[in-house]
């Protein structure tokens, strides 16, 4: 991968700024780069987005705020992160990863700024993420709430998937802290982008699955029932995938819409729950049992950046 021009770089922080660096991945995220840049100026002076060809002017709106830009050519989330990793870590002993639509809260930008003043027991910390969908928060409906994005440069970096990935500390060797704010996932893309977007999912989902499994070891966010939520997710999901094709599903909409509440959203609640079960889930099967008749697999598109795949990114107005 390219290198970024020495002026893409953060400079090294005046003396008594909080040691940290926030990074966010951008792609024309003119429609709410703002309210994202914003409170994440409000931990660190310093910000740095990796942006990726945006043409609605992301760009122009994060250097007339005092961000530092680097261009670089997406190709996929993974390497997208580790290579912003690689241009920050040895500048500052903090790093905060954001996507471009993930506003920070109030409660945790104090904690995050308690954090680098000094009170950190930990060498990387979990935020909750609160998922919106149609314009509507999701109170019992999101998807994976927990997610490792601060950590001490050298300890963090970003599993190696085609999807779902996450940052892994394996340096923090399992003690790993957790905030109580959160950081809302406001994106701003229509039904139609969201629809989109999810079928290049599918298809990156589809050809993980598709792939032998990897080994266990400390390059992978492992399935453990007893570890943190991100690795009882991933272990719950190796058991989905144990369900005949077709009936997972059903079963996903059952658990995501009944069991876990998404009715008590209304009716975003119940689109969620089907679009991300009956539709993506399905979707992802059907793919997979394309592969299985060894029928032409789908092309491999690299997925846009901007939204991480919580597969609940849409933003409406309401």
């Known amino acids: 991968m390219n290198s970024p021009h020495p002026a893409d770089v953060p400079a090294d922080p005046p003396a008594g700024d909080p040691p940290c660096v926030v ?44 961000c530092t830009v680097a261009q670089h050519p997406f190709s996929n989330y993974s390497d997208q992160r580790n290579w912003a990793i ?11 990863h954001l996507d471009a639509d993930e506003v920070l809260d109030d409660q945790a930008v ?21 998922d919106y969908f149609m314009g509507r928060m999701l109170r019992f409906s999101g998807v994976n709430p927990w997610h490792l994005r601060l950590f001490r440069s050298g300890v963090g970096r970003c599993e190696a998937r085609l999807y779902d990935q996450h940052f892994i500390a394996p340096a923090a060797q399992g003690r790993v802290g957790r905030l109580a704010g959160y950081m809302h996932d406001k994106n701003a893309q229509s039904l139609s982008n969201w629809v989109t977007s999810h079928n290049r999912w599918s298809d990156a989902e589809a050809r993980e699955k598709s ?67 009956l539709w993506f889930r399905m979707l992802v099967d059907a793919k997979l049992w394309e592969m299985s008749r060894q029928l032409p697999p789908p092309p491999a598109t690299p997925a846009r950046p901007g939204p991480e795949p919580s597969s609940t990114k849409l933003q409406a107005n309401s």
């Open 23 to 66: 990074v966010l991945l951008t792609f024309n995220s003119a429609g709410i780069i703002r309210e994202t840049a914003a409170a994440a100026l409000r931990v660190s002076p310093h910000v740095y987005a990796v942006d990726s060809g945006s043409t609605d002017g992301t760009d122009r709106i994060l250097l007339e705020m005092g």
């Open 86 to 96: 690689a241009q920050v870590e040895d500048r500052y002993r903090w790093q905060l």
């Open 110 to 130: 104090r904690e995050i700024r308690a954090l680098l003043d000094g009170a950190a027991t930990h060498d990387a910390y979990m935020l909750r993420r609160r």
């Open 211 to 277: 792939q032998p499994a990897q080994a266990p070891g400390a390059d992978v966010l492992q399935p453990r029932l007893l570890g943190d939520a991100r690795e009882r997710t991933r272990f719950i999901k190796q058991i989905y995938y144990r369900l005949p094709i077709g009936v997972r599903a059903f079963a996903y909409f059952i658990y995501r819409y009944l069991l876990r509440g998404g009715f008590l959203d209304g009716r975003p609640g119940f689109y969620f729950a089907f679009f991300q079960a």
